[in-house]
């Protein structure tokens, strides 16, 4: 079966780095996704990773490494807003999104 | 900004009812998509659609139809509302099949 697999919840301290594991496995891969949902509100769209190596994009990085399947989110300089879930997703051969069941990251002062 | 919108955020129906959800896309995207929320879960997808009056089954899509007429409008129908289908409906869109998807707000349903 596909399986996508990502800690439930996870604290971290305002300021500081925190990195989001995902491990998959798939039928095929096209692709991974990194998305952040704010509570009550849609998930929106943070990162795509299709080649093995990180992908940097402000305060967010997120890594890839295929032969592992597995990727991580890293976030940088810690904000309160950053509170949320963590969504991975991963495109299978059918380039249809497998769904991790999200990580909650809690942010302390 | 792509603008995914659902037409209500909360609902509330009686068992049995039969219960719409529409969702408009305005960046005439070829893919529509409906999924389900519900916690501990990762996201179920209900049904999708690649083009016009096209549709195709997800994953969980037994209780549920679709229709897609336009290209912008994708609607999701509750045949008759069951309280396990109590949950956080979520539609989303895509340019191409291989592009990021783009989330609505979402519908919080629940049957009584």
């Known amino acids: 079966g596909q399986n996508i697999d990502q800690p439930t919840e996870m604290t971290a301290t305002e300021g500081a780095i925190v990195q989001i594991n995902c491990t998959y496995q798939t039928s095929g891969f096209n692709g991974l996704f990194w998305y952040q949902q704010h509570a009550g509100e849609a998930p929106t769209f943070l990162s795509y990773?299709?080649l093995d190596g990180l992908e940097e994009k402000g305060r967010f990085s997120s890594f890839l490494s295929r032969s592992k399947g597995y990727s991580y989110l890293l976030l940088k300089e810690l904000q309160m807003k950053d509170s949320a879930s963590y969504l991975c997703?991963?495109?299978?051969?059918?380039?249809?999104?497998?769904w991790g069941a999200g990580t909650k990251l809690i942010i302390k002062p | 900004d792509v603008k995914v919108t659902q037409s209500s955020r909360y609902l509330v129906k009686r068992t049995g009812e039969k219960v719409f959800l529409e969702c408009v896309q305005d960046?005439?995207?070829?893919?529509m998509f409906w999924y389900r929320q519900d916690p501990g879960l990762g996201l179920r997808l209900i049904y999708f659609?690649?083009?016009?009056?096209?549709?195709e089954k997800g994953d969980i899509p037994e209780g549920y139809s679709v229709s897609r007429e336009k290209k912008e409008r994708f609607s999701l129908i509750l045949e008759s509302a069951s309280t396990n289908q109590t949950s956080m409906y979520l539609c989303?869109?895509?340019?191409?099949?291989?592009?990021?998807?783009?989330f609505g707000q979402g519908t919080r349903l629940t049957v009584v």
């Open positions: 989303a869109s895509s340019l191409r099949r291989n592009t990021e998807a783009f």
């Open positions: 990773n299709v």
């Open positions: 997703a991963v495109r299978d051969s059918n380039y249809q999104l497998i």
């Open positions: 659609s690649y083009d016009v009056k096209m549709k």
């Open positions: 960046m005439d995207h070829e893919n």
